[in-house]
């Protein structure tokens, strides 16, 4: 067990640009969310993936916003068109359901500045 | 829709020294309720859980929450804090609702 791990850790783009990010779960966790974490708030969550079906994808915050996890193993979050407000933490976390856990593993996030 | 409200920013406190985390959510429905910690430079991990059962909850290094279903609170308590304890806590309902946090400060 290594972890949730995302990458990149920072990234740094000017307005206008696309950013992806990468979240590679706990491999026996068939669930997998997204959050934005914004200073001074606590996670604020976006979408989420039981194995590789998008099961919530309402709360993505605008159209810019995609998320795809395409074997059920890792997955994107893309950006597009980048906007300063879009200046955050992303965050990932990883579930198993059905084993009574119920509890989210987290990554260390992956900071994103929109110049 | 569900609302978790941590109305403490940031709780000073010094060591040895007993602190009360706040927590209020807004559903009365069945509810798992979490708390996560955030240490400097870290990710969220998780301190303790109330799914069922007993409404007093502990974790290993000694923070306990008591699940208060009719004031829909579950109010994170140490006796006893030391200055490791310094970070910021999460109050949580199920997976999708965070409240806003409150960064404890342990001072010596």
């Known amino acids: 067990d290594t972890g949730v791990s995302q990458n990149p850790r920072h990234k740094i783009t000017k307005r206008g640009q696309n950013v992806t990010f990468r979240c590679d779960p706990i491999?026996?966790?068939?669930?997998l969310y997204w959050y934005r974490q914004t200073l001074g708030q606590g996670p604020e969550f976006l979408t989420y993936f039981q194995n590789e079906a998008q099961l919530e994808k309402s709360r993505l915050l605008s159209d810019r916003f995609s998320a795809e996890r395409p074997k059920g193993s890792f997955s994107t979050l893309e950006i597009q068109r980048t906007e300063q407000g879009d200046s955050a933490m992303y965050l990932c976390?990883?579930?198993?359901?059905?084993?009574?856990?119920?509890?989210?593993?987290f990554g260390e996030g992956s900071r994103l500045t929109v110049l | 829709a569900q609302s978790v409200t941590q109305l403490d920013s940031q709780v000073p406190v010094f060591e040895e020294a007993p602190v009360e985390l706040r927590c209020n959510y807004s559903?009365?429905?069945?509810?798992?309720l979490f708390w996560y910690v955030q240490y400097p430079n870290q990710g969220l991990q998780l301190l303790l859980k109330?799914?069922?059962?007993?409404?007093l909850v502990k974790s290993i290094n000694g923070f306990e929450a008591e699940f208060n279903k009719s004031q829909t609170s579950f109010h994170l308590r140490k006796p006893s804090v030391h200055i490791s304890d310094t970070a910021e806590y999460f109050c949580a309902v199920g997976k999708f609702y965070f409240g806003s946090g409150t960064k404890l400060n342990v001072k010596p």
């Open positions: 976390a990883s579930s198993s359901e059905g084993t009574g856990g119920r509890e989210l593993f």
């Open positions: 109330y799914l069922s059962g007993s409404t």
């Open positions: 491999s026996e966790h068939n669930r």
């Open positions: 559903s009365s429905v069945s509810v798992y």
